[in-house]
């Protein structure tokens, strides 16, 4: 079982990580639909990997008895 503080600072970062990936999201579409393929495929890869990064998250805490 996880320490309450410990899943606490785990669901922050869960938050954290989501909000990133929605932001790099965004970010991407502006780029991709104003003529900025370079950019765009940059941040699609970087949403992507913030999720990754969340996914992780959410797996480690409910594997441990907690609540993501």
């Known amino acids: 079982m996880l320490n309450k503080k410990v899943e606490k ?3 922050d970062q ?3 990580e989501g909000e990133s990936s929605q ?4 970010m991407a579409s502006w780029a991709e639909i104003n003529g900025f393929p370079g950019a765009s495929a940059f941040l699609y890869l970087h949403s ?3 999720r990754l990064h969340m996914l992780k ?3 480690f805490v ?5 609540q993501a």
């Open 14 to 16: 869960i938050k954290i």
């Open 62 to 66: 409910n594997d441990r008895g907690g």
């Open 48 to 50: 992507d990997e913030e």
């Open 23 to 26: 932001a790099y999201l965004a």
């Open 9 to 11: 600072a785990l669901n």
């Open 57 to 59: 998250l959410i797996k």
